[in-house]
């Protein structure tokens, strides 16, 4: 079989990512061809060059290389900030005739790392890449970033407070109590385009008031492309912006994805003066009770160890940052990595 290695943008390349994707080992939103498009239109930082590396095999792509450069990195299109996993797209069972292709093309680019973040464990980059680039004598650091949480889903309410910690189930139920005995309140699910549209100035302004890192973290830029990724995804049914109202007053937003039978909630928000009756903890559950009732797996609560996650039956695995190297990098000693599976 003939194979050809091509340099692709988002512009030709979006049919072949889109049919690639499901058949990767890296199926999620953060993977998408209308993530990653948005992104790069909204934030892309000055002097990084895109590269969408794809690899054709009898005129198929079998796999995707979206990765940007600068100032001697060679890095995927984004950090931590805004998406939660990375990974490279390649089709199951051709992972070893995808990495071989891009090694060599990489190559012959001008370079002096290779940093690649937030992947899981089982990322092709992880069980394929590394071991090559071993081979060819490059010099590795694997080390953990990070942790992603969540909850399998049962199949119905009862059997997941079940499956809480007692004490974790207790305090849920009392919340969720008081909130109903005390407080005219409602849940308030919007999903289409133009409600969407509408809702993102709200939720934007409960996150920047929940807390004060969330308030700096959130920038004019960061801004916009909440919105825009907000929208694209309205687009395509695979955002869903909850509000918990009490007295008629937003009191507590979250926005999650609906992707792959997996419901991920990407971030959230409060008004703190409504801090004592629990609004942001209750409406992240309610939202978890909501995707039982939806018939959803997984509740997705993504990165970071936040102790709500826990209470909320979260378990987490870790993510991982992997950097290469090539041999003769000045102080490339401080970055070899001993851990080479056998």
Known sequence: MTYSLEIADFQTIESEWERLLPHSTANNIFLTHY??????????????????????????????????????????????????????????????????????????????????????????????????????????????????????????????????????????????????????????????VRSVSGAMDDFLHLMAQSREEKSQFLTAERGSFFRDVALELAQRGLIQVFFLEVGGVRTAATVCFDYNNVRSLYNSGHNKEYASLGTGFLLNALCLKRAIGEGKEYFDLLRGTEPYKQHLGASGRELYRLSLFRQGESAVELYQWSGLPS
Do not use: C
């Open 35 to 192: 993530w990653q498009r948005t992104w790069w239109e909204s934030m892309k930082p000055p002097g990084q060059t895109l590269r969408i590396v794809r690899l054709v095999e009898g005129g198929n792509t079998i796999g995707i290389a979206p990765l940007s450069f600068h100032q001697g990195m060679v890095t995927f299109l984004e950090g931590p900030d805004l998406w939660d996993t990375h990974d490279f797209i390649v089709l199951r069972g051709r992972e070893d005739s995808f990495f071989q292709a891009l090694l060599s093309y990489l190559e012959g680019e001008e370079w002096r790392e290779i940093r690649l973040e937030s992947l899981v464990e089982e990322s092709t980059a992880i069980s394929h890449l590394l071991p090559l680039a071993l081979e060819r004598g490059y010099r590795a650091e694997k080390e953990v970033e990070g942790h992603l949480m969540g909850v399998p889903l049962p199949g119905t309410w009862e059997e997941y407070l079940m499956g809480l910690r007692k004490k974790d189930r207790h305090e849920l139920r009392r919340k969720l109590r008081r909130l109903e005995g005390e407080v005219d309140f409602r849940v308030e699910q919007l999903s289409d």
